[in-house]
């Protein structure tokens, strides 16, 4: 039990739709960091937010995009979904802005599937 | 770009064995860390090594740093049908924002 938790579990979508997937932090924890975990893969760094800003974002498109609010809870938003956005998505929490260091604690995932 | 590779990628042993599993960068970590993934949950953090050449030891879990702070490896002694999973190596980015991940290893272990 981490703390964090995802919501939905799983979902299954129509190319082209939009979703969104919704965190709730670890307590205390003023950083989120989302993830994209495709079939037999590590996880994708998507990006992160800290104090409502985002803070770095990886190498994903703009139709990717996310939200922190004042309770550090965060969404992350798909548009256009592709049938590769397929994936368990992750959401991750820690204390600050800096991963280096500290603990990061996971999500169980949601599981999207588009088709 | 700083990637990790981990190897290998699929390890199917019987209960008892020892195995190791490796983690390799061309670039300087500032740490490495250690995830173990069972199906539908999210990784949990097994150890974070920081100092080059550094071995932690996690009861049958054996976690070395090298020396140049450019790989890693993870011994498992004994390996029990529990310990089935994935295991995936992490670094920071450059900018500290965000975890690398390598592809993972693939761990079955029976009985």
């Known amino acids: 039990e981490t703390g964090v938790t995802q919501s939905p579990t799983h979902l299954i979508k129509t190319r082209g739709q939009q979703v969104t997937l919704r965190c709730s932090s670890q307590?205390?924890?003023?950083?989120v960091s989302w993830y994209q975990q495709a079939l037999g893969q590590g996880p994708q760094f998507i990006f992160q937010?800290?104090?409502?800003?985002?803070?770095g974002r990886g190498n994903f498109p703009p139709r990717f995009s996310g939200l922190q609010f004042p309770n550090y809870s965060s969404e992350l938003n798909v548009n256009a979904l592709e049938l590769d956005d397929s994936a368990l998505y992750l959401c991750?929490?820690?204390?600050?802005?800096?991963?280096?260091?500290?603990?990061?604690?996971f999500g169980e995932g949601s599981w999207l599937t588009v088709v | 770009t700083q990637l990790l590779e981990q190897s290998p990628q699929f390890l199917s042993i019987q209960e008892g064995e020892n195995l190791t599993v490796y983690c390799n960068s061309s670039?300087?970590?500032?740490?490495l860390q250690w995830y173990r993934q069972e199906p539908g949950e999210g990784p949990v953090l097994l150890v974070t090594?920081?100092?080059?050449?550094e071995v932690k030891k996690l009861k049958r879990l054996t976690f070395q740093f090298g020396d140049a702070r450019k790989d890693s490896s993870l011994h498992i002694t004994a390996a029990q049908p529990g310990d089935t999973g994935l295991y995936l190596c992490?670094?920071?980015?450059?900018?500290?924002?965000?975890?690398?991940f390598g592809k993972g290893t693939t761990l079955s272990v029976s009985s």
């Open positions: 992490a670094g920071a980015n450059q900018a500290g924002t965000a975890l690398i």
């Open positions: 090594v920081v100092t080059g050449g």
């Open positions: 991750a929490s820690s204390l600050s802005g800096r991963g280096s260091g500290n603990t990061i604690y």
């Open positions: 937010y800290y104090r409502e800003e985002e803070n």
């Open positions: 670039s300087v970590f500032s740490s």
């Open positions: 307590s205390g924890h003023n950083t």
